[in-house]
């Protein structure tokens, strides 16, 4: 499915595309998501709860017999939780090491930049961007390319990137907010074990800032235009399948605390940290 442009296959058939600007995002993604050990206690520890599974197949529906881009695939958390059998799964990221992980498990894997992502139009029955959003210098193209791929009738899904309203701190939940990189480091914290560790990871999250993230406003903006019927999903991560029943369920008593001291509501929808999206293109002509 991938358009004809200069990839190299590599020993390990892992296709690899030029990536026209490096940016010191891309660049952290692919040095942390790369690294053996960070990348395997990622794996290990996020988005691999029964609760997490029950969402998102929820969402998505079944594998089996379905093309799937798994855009930001990382080391392949999300079909490690998932499993199924589809027809194609493609793993996009920037991290060679990851994909590496990811392949192991069943992925075509293709080294890309999801800004500008090197396959045909309208082939995909389902697009999948999990907790990639963040990572990405500009989420809105990263959307947009995602939406692209998918095939009329095929759904796109994407969630775990920061919900801007719910991560907007300030005054004492700022400083919160700050304190906890000592403590996180002083706990051997996943993602936070190491100052080296710590200053990598932090690297990556271009956009999980206070007063930074997804927007319920972003998604029908970017979406509705390029063919879809758009629903989004605020929600905390303890919560499965009563998302999609209005629920957005009770984030852990830091997050609320932060958000006390910020002015933020903790029991309101907009301080639900994650902002699932759920997106079916109309049927109709496919894109030129």
Known sequence: MASNINADLDAQSILTYPISQKTLAIEANSYYFGHPEWAKNYFEACHRSDIFKSLWQAATGSWDDKI???IGCGPGNLFATLGG???LLIGVDVSYGGLEMAQSLGYVPVLADAHNLPFIS???DIAVVNATLHHCDQM???LAEAARLVLP?????TDHDPHRSAWNFQGLGMCLWQLRLGL???IKRGGHASADEQNWRLATEVHHLPGDGVTTEMFPR???PLGFTVKTYPHNHQLGTETFEGNYGQSE???RLAQCLSGINPNSPQAALSLMCVATRHTGEARG
């Open 68 to 70: 799937v881009v798994d």
């Open 153 to 157: 009738g095929g759904i796109l899904i």
């Open 222 to 224: 970017t979406l509705e």
């Open 184 to 186: 996180y480091r002083l």
């Open 85 to 87: 059998k589809p027809k």
């Open 122 to 124: 309208d082939f995909a």
């Open 140 to 142: 809105d193209v990263v």
């Open 253 to 255: 008593w830091k997050y």
